[in-house]
């Protein structure tokens, strides 16, 4: 009887414990349905004890085991989901809501999650609750004897966050999980942060606070990656809770991942991210082999395709444990290979066509993902390859983050450090900026016509400039502004950048050399242009540069700061000299090249007989002149830091962001080669007007008679034929400089004209055999007409032709009132001009006898002794 009652009562029992199971799976639901999942997964693992420990014999309970299996799977399922949605969810939308409220003065509903601002006495009580039931966890207490906080929303964001982190790592123990949904948390890194910036595209897209900015993308990396951020200190959450709960329950199995692989998960979505925004796709199907920072990888953008055009090549990024699912393709296979990137990029083309490319547009592209979800492919900007510039600098600030999160070593940078790298080297600059220089520059060297081409008045305006310059000059300055902002866009690039400007600067100038010897000598070789000639010769080089005006031009050059135009004012040469230092300069300079000039002359061929030509030479020299400035005041600029606050850039980036010195003196030479190329051109056009006046006045010094200036002696009321060819040409050259020459270095050219071409005159009176009225005349003549032509360029009153006029009246006088104007009047003119003027005096009244020419060449001896200098010498 004992044993029989012993038997009833353990059936009994059993009988009580298969009850409690039936019960259990209502009991499952109904905890779930509040979301007391730790209660759910109590239950669940007790009746599975139960039901495998001592009722596993009983073989009516089959179908219940199959429930409570099923159910502990579905509710691991449900549990994964919460879990999921914590990190990821809750964690990018409260940057979002941040972000929307800083922005706004209203909170937009569609960006909050609905917590109330309400700080009442149930809900300080209710997160005191909850840090208990934290601290008790903890320390190894049985969580399901922790109060039930029925008001979720009475809990702080984070500390509900905490709490339900918590607890669902907490069933995971219970339901023996904890490995299956660590591998599962690992493997859907990718796939949940993709969905992250996905639905962060989607509401930026529809939120009015961007809709007026230049740079959406800016926006959408800054918000993504404070996400990321969040997501991550999530994840850590995750990890220590999940290392807790395998101390206490003694769990065995493969290592948890880590941040490191969080972050890497991260970089490449970065990564794809980037490559939709900055058009790789088609920078890569323009190529015929992948750029250098392709790996072999397998092709992620099936995550976003509707369908997948098979493919042999290799694509740009690889996710292995991507949850992605690509289709085969129903569309026949076209004549050239794809893959489905390129695909994608189709797609997104028809997208821009028919959005008309504008900003902000919702592209769209649908891919039959697991589960029957349709997942959208958003561009919050038109894909272009010049976003680089402007999110460089902040994605080396999110990039340094990453490699301090993932501590790496000095030299061995992040892959998304690597990806921005190789894009930058290999498609924005050497296939793009680099490439666009090179074609410029070859451009212009096999153009011809680019010489001669100016640019418009409009752009001339822009560039605030008084005199037209070369349009090949300006488009290669365009190039260097350009640079110059890529600098500060990409100040880790500054070295490459540079070298190629420096390398694109040598080319062109080698161009404008060509340009300058094309000018000056287009037809044979063995043509002499003779101010070119003398121009070459180092001695008359030299001498011109030593010249207190070409001293004063060059100043005047390098006084103006940031931009002031020079007023005429400040080009007054009597501040620097006096009228009397200014004669004596120009006659020094007369005599120099008088002394220089060949016994021949100089022939029609070697001068530069069209005016046209010389007003390209002009505009060589203010295009040279232009841009040597513009060359020296980049190379001044580059010496101080290329970015703003370089804490913010990289440590490897900071250090690039100094410019070389060796750098910066390779551009100072390239702009003071240009600015020698200016002078060049300067003295040239300086030394051209002065060889047409030997030319003009001198084409024949071996001339004998009187008539050496005088074609006709019918009319001697007009200036002899070259005197008139020599003055209209003076005219024409000046109003051709006028239009394309500074003021200033107009004046420098035609000063000191005056005193060269008294000198040419006086010295032809060595030619003239007999001297007679008419002849003195004429030679009046021809010296008023050049004075006049002479003063109305200089604006000044050209007293040295007047000296020349005098000179001839005293041809007119008695030899004996020759030595009494020299004894009243002083010296006016050399020993040599007076002995001159003595014999040509004599011989007009027919005194041959060479005692009586000796006697007076004895008196002038006598008295130019005696008597000091009251003038000035010409």
Not at 156 to 183: H, N, Q, R, W
Not at 438 to 452: A, C, F, G, P, Y
Not at 789 to 804: K, P, Y
């Amino acid at each position: 009887m004992w044993t029989d009652a012993v038997q009833h009562k353990y059936v009994l029992a059993m009988l009580e414990q298969i009850n409690d199971l039936r019960k259990v799976p209502q009991s499952v639901v109904s905890y779930t349905s509040k979301r007391q999942y730790l209660h759910a997964s109590k239950e669940l693992t007790d009746a599975l004890t139960q039901i495998n420990g001592p009722l596993k014999d009983v073989e009516g309970l089959a179908d219940i085991r199959s429930d409570l299996m099923g159910r502990r799977q579905h509710l691991y399922q449900r549990l994964h989901e919460e879990l999921v949605s914590q990190i990821y969810h809750n964690s990018a939308q409260d940057v979002l809501s941040a972000f929307q409220r800083s922005n706004s003065n209203r909170l937009n509903q569609g960006f909050s999650r609905n917590i109330t601002a309400r700080r009442s006495t149930d809900r300080i009580e209710a997160n005191a609750r909850i840090r208990k039931a934290l601290q008790e966890m903890a320390q190894g207490v049985d969580p399901t004897k922790t109060e039930i906080i029925e008001d979720i929303d009475l809990l702080d964001p984070e500390l509900s966050m905490t709490y339900f982190i918590a607890i669902i790592v907490e069933c995971f123990g219970m339901l023996g999980k904890v490995p299956d949904s660590i591998e599962k948390l690992r493997v859907g890194i990718q796939t949940e942060l993709l969905e992250v910036v996905r639905n962060t595209t989607r509401q930026l897209i529809d939120s009015p606070l961007i809709s007026n900015e230049s740079y959406p993308l800016l926006t959408l990396l800054e918000v993504i990656f404070k996400q990321f951020k969040s997501i991550a200190r999530t994840h850590t959450t995750v990890l220590r809770h999940f290392s807790a709960v395998v101390q206490k329950y003694q769990i065995v199995g493969p290592p948890h991942y880590s941040l490191t692989d969080f972050w890497s998960q991260a970089q490449s979505v970065l990564q794809l991210l980037l490559t939709d925004y900055l058009d790789i796709q088609n920078a890569s199907a323009d190529d015929s082999s992948q750029s250098s920072f392709a790996e072999p990888t397998s092709n992620i953008n099936a995550f976003f395709l509707r369908r997948k055009v098979p493919s042999a090549k290799k694509s740009i990024f690889k996710f292995d444990k991507s949850s992605t699912k690509s289709t085969p393709s129903n569309e026949p296979n076209k004549g050239h290979r794809r893959n489905a990137s390129d695909a994608s990029m189709d797609n997104l083309n028809a997208a821009l066509n028919a959005s008309g490319g504008k900003a902000g547009a919702n592209y769209s592209f649908k891919s039959n993902l697991p589960y029957e979800k349709q997942r959208e492919k958003l561009l919050i900007c038109t894909p272009d390859q010049t976003v680089i510039t402007k999110v460089y600098l902040p994605l080396m600030g999110y990039i340094q983050e990453i490699e301090n999160f993932m501590k790496c070593k000095p030299g061995q940078p992040c892959s998304l450090h690597d990806f921005i790298d190789n894009y930058i080297k290999d498609t924005f600059l050497s296939k793009g900026h680099n490439s666009h220089l090179k074609m410029t520059i070859e451009t212009l060297s096999k153009n011809q016509d680019v010489w001669r081409t100016i640019i418009s008045p409009e752009e001339r305006a822009a560039l605030g400039l008084t005199r037209p310059i070369l349009q090949s000059t300006a488009r290669v300055e365009k190039c260097l502004s350009e640079t110059k902002q890529l600098i500060q866009d990409l100040p880790c690039y500054s070295e490459e950048l540079l070298k190629t400007v420096c390398s694109v600067l040598r080319d062109y100038r080698v161009i404008c050399n060509d340009a300058y010897l094309g000018i000056v000598q287009p037809d044979a070789e063995d043509r002499r242009i003779y101010s070119v000639t003398w121009l070459n010769d180092e001695d008359i080089s030299r001498f011109l540069k030593t010249l207190p005006n070409w001293t004063d031009l060059k100043n005047s050059h390098q006084r103006p700061k940031h931009g002031k135009r020079l007023q005429r004012s400040q080009y007054d040469a009597s501040e620097e000299e006096s009228p009397l230092q200014i004669q004596q300069r120009n006659i020094r300079e007369a005599e120099m090249l008088t002394s220089n000039l060949g016994e021949g002359g100089i022939s029609q061929q070697e001068i530069l007989g069209d005016v046209s030509v010389l007003k390209e030479l002009a505009i060589l020299q203010e295009s040279m002149e232009w841009f040597s400035i513009r060359i020296s005041e980049f190379a001044n600029e580059l010496r101080r830091p290329l970015v703003n606050g370089l804490n913010s850039v990289a440590p490897e980036c900071a250090a690039y962001a100094t410019v070389k010195d060796g750098t910066i003196k390779v551009l100072t030479n390239l702009a003071l080669e240009f600015d020698e190329l200016a002078n060049t051109c300067l003295l040239v056009l300086h030394l051209e007007v002065r060889v047409q006046c030997f030319h003009y006045l001198r084409s024949k010094p071996q001339r004998t008679r009187a008539d050496a200036f005088i074609d006709s002696k019918d009319d001697v009321l007009e200036p002899d034929r070259q005197v008139q060819i020599l003055t209209k040409r003076l005219s024409e050259l000046d109003e051709a400089f006028s239009t394309t020459l500074h003021p200033r270095k107009t004046r420098y050219i035609f000063e000191g004209l005056a005193h060269l071409a008294a000198l040419i005159l006086i010295q032809a009176s060595n030619y003239i055999e007999q001297i007679d009225q008419i002849t003195v005349k004429r030679i009046c003549r021809n010296a008023s007409a050049l004075q006049q032509t002479l003063s109305n360029i200089t604006a000044s009153r050209e007293v040295a032709l007047d000296q020349a006029k005098q000179f001839y009246e005293l041809l007119c006088m008695e030899p004996d009132v020759i030595l009494t104007t020299l004894v009243e009047q002083g010296l006016q003119f050399s020993e040599m001009q007076y002995l001159n003027a003595l014999q040509l005096s004599c011989k007009a009244r027919g005194i041959t006898d060479s005692n009586t020419l000796a006697n007076y060449q004895h008196k002038l001896s006598d008295i130019l002794g005696a008597k000091p200098s009251t003038g000035v010498m010409v």
